[in-house]
């Protein structure tokens, strides 16, 4: 069993930054692919990037292209989500979560454990 543990998370003006961090017990962090989730109040949970196991492969949401850059430690079992130039509609809270597919997945069910989430809100 994996447990994830977000944080970063917090208050910022639009234009800002925010790097989120997700911790992951285990000795077998590299063995899952990574992803970064997001759901806003009143709306699903969506994808938002992902990460391969080496961190050689990465996907993302439109909407956060070229703003957001996920990473990953995987000698400190820690991936990241840098995000820049943020805006009022990036105000969400934010999950971690780890799948065993081989491939990065932007589907949700194909993550098998998932953090509790950290809030970001940026205000306008």
């Known amino acids: 069993q994996v447990q994830l543990v977000e944080s970063g998370g917090g208050l910022v003006e639009a234009g800002g930054s925010l790097r989120l961090s997700c911790a992951a017990s285990g000795r077998t962090f590299s063995s899952y692919s990574m992803g970064w989730f997001r759901q806003a109040p009143g709306k699903e949970r969506v994808f938002v990037a992902g990460?391969?196991?080496?961190?050689?492969?990465?996907l993302y949401q439109d909407s956060v292209k070229g703003r957001f850059t996920i990473s990953r430690d995987n000698a400190k079992n820690t991936v990241f989500l840098q995000m820049n130039s943020l805006k009022p509609e990036d105000t969400a809270v934010y999950y971690c979560a780890s799948s065993t597919d081989m491939l990065v997945t932007r589907t949700a069910q194909n993550y098998n454990y998932w953090g509790q989430g950290t809030q970001v809100t940026v205000s306008s």
């Open positions: 990460i391969s196991r080496s961190g050689r492969t990465t």
